[in-house]
């Protein structure tokens, strides 16, 4: 790993934004850096696989909280709520990661070549001691950003390759069930991306059945197993998530905030912003805001 660790620090420390986001040119592959431990941060996070190379933090999906160090694997497999806080980070040694999105095609590819069925255990967040595989391909991504003309040429496979090893590692069912044509990940996917798109817009349970081709039972039942919330809280966490960054990167008022992401009333929102964040929603960007400073 120590090799994976230098590979990740050398782009982290030359290509991160404000943030602490490092962007490369293969599409889904990010690293990210931190120098102190941060806030909660809650996301709706996609299927992904991210590698802790130094440094550790915790997730917390509904009410189980996990913890990942150095050396740990965080594979989620589906679109689903989580909070996420670094937890050990300093300027000497920062919390360093590897994240690359998974891609339902190259699944989808790979899964009509291998033996098995899309049978999974329930949880879409599972975190793990990184396979040597796995971080074995990491570094030849990693490298390979050290060479620019050579990306466009062996991206694709190694991506490929990288998505063949976690199909073949101990939770490859729960990821060929992204890749499943039509079966009820995708539908889910369906509907989630309906709702991505159009947050602030009354979506009806109906309408979101129909879009995954389900029935409003079964779809209700489906989505809760994949994102481990109903529609509505699903939506509503979405909106809340959108109103935060409207505060906190472009300073809206909490009442402009409210209506931008579809809530009628300021009070309504303020609450629902308060059970979420711990806090009202101009104490908190505030908090947030001195954070950061």
Not at 38 to 47: G, T, Y
Not at 61 to 78: E, N, P, V, Y
Request: charged content about 20%.
């Amino acid at each position: 790993m120590n090799a994976l660790l230098e590979a990740v620090r050398r782009h982290a420390e030359a290509h991160e934004d404000g943030s602490g986001i490092a962007e490369t040119p293969i599409p889904g592959l990010v690293t990210v850096r931190a120098t102190a431990p941060s806030a909660l941060v809650h996301a709706l996070s996609r299927p992904l696989i991210c590698l802790v190379v130094q440094g550790g933090k915790q997730v917390t999906m509904g009410a189980r909280a996990q913890d990942l160090a150095a050396g740990d694997s965080m594979l989620i497999t589906g679109d689903v709520p989580t909070v996420n806080q670094i937890t050990r980070a300093s300027r000497m040694e920062p919390y360093l990661s590897f994240v690359l999105e998974l891609d339902a095609a190259v699944i989808a590819e790979l899964a009509g070549q291998m033996a098995g069925t899309p049978r999974a255990e329930p949880g879409a967040v599972r975190i793990d001691p990184t396979d040597a595989e796995v971080a074995e391909t990491a570094l030849r991504l990693m490298r390979l950003l050290e060479r620019p003309a050579s990306v466009p040429v062996l991206q694709a496979s190694l991506v490929r390759e990288m998505h063949y090893w976690l199909l073949m590692g101990r939770h490859g069912a729960a990821i060929r069930a992204l890749g499943w044509p039509d079966g009820p990940t995708q539908r889910v996917g369906r509907a989630v991306a309906l709702l991505r798109r159009d947050y602030a817009k009354p979506l009806p349970v109906e309408q979101l059945a129909k879009s995954a081709g389900m029935s409003p039972s079964s779809f209700h039942q489906h989505f809760r197993a994949v994102t481990s919330l109903s529609p509505l809280q699903f939506q509503k966490q979405l909106r809340l998530i959108e109103a935060r960054r409207l505060m906190l990167a472009e300073g809206a008022s909490p009442s402009n905030a409210a209506y931008a992401v579809g809530y009628e009333s300021v009070s309504q929102f303020t609450r629902e912003y308060g059970r979420l964040f711990g806090l009202p929603p101009a104490r908190e960007t505030r908090s947030a805001r001195s954070r950061v400073a």
